[in-house]
């Protein structure tokens, strides 16, 4: 169970790096959040399709998800790592962005 379980907890920096993707959209720039669900559709296209499209690599690539490691007690790398500082900073941005803004 806790090898699923930690297997499972190294997607989460990938989800995170999306919705802050989405965020930061939001924030800074409003008119573009419609390429959040964009990205969203992309990564899962490209994650459920692209094995049986035979994408090349370069285009598997864009997808976050396909940076984590699918096995258990593998050594995810610096990817992971990279994209929760990435998720962090976009939170940032988009929470100055809507700090920015006039919603009242």
């Known amino acids: 169970m806790n090898r699923v379980l930690s297997s499972g907890m190294w997607h989460l ?21 419609v390429a959040a669900w964009a990205l969203l559709a992309a990564c899962v296209v490209i994650d459920m399709l692209g094995p049986a499209l035979q ?6 690539n864009v997808s ?17 790592w990279v994209m929760g500082v990435a998720s962090l900073v976009l939170l940032i ?12």
Do not use: K, N
């Not at 994408?55 to 598997?60: K, M, P, W």
């Open 64 to 80: 976050p998800f396909a940076h984590v490691p699918q096995l258990p007690d593998v050594d995810p790398g610096t990817g992971v």
């Open 55 to 60: 994408l090349a690599d370069e285009v598997s």
């Open 93 to 104: 941005v988009g929470d100055l962005g809507m700090r920015r803004r006039d919603l009242g």
């Open 13 to 33: 920096p990938a989800v995170w790096l999306v919705a802050s993707i989405a965020v930061a959209l939001l924030g800074a720039l409003p008119r573009f959040f």
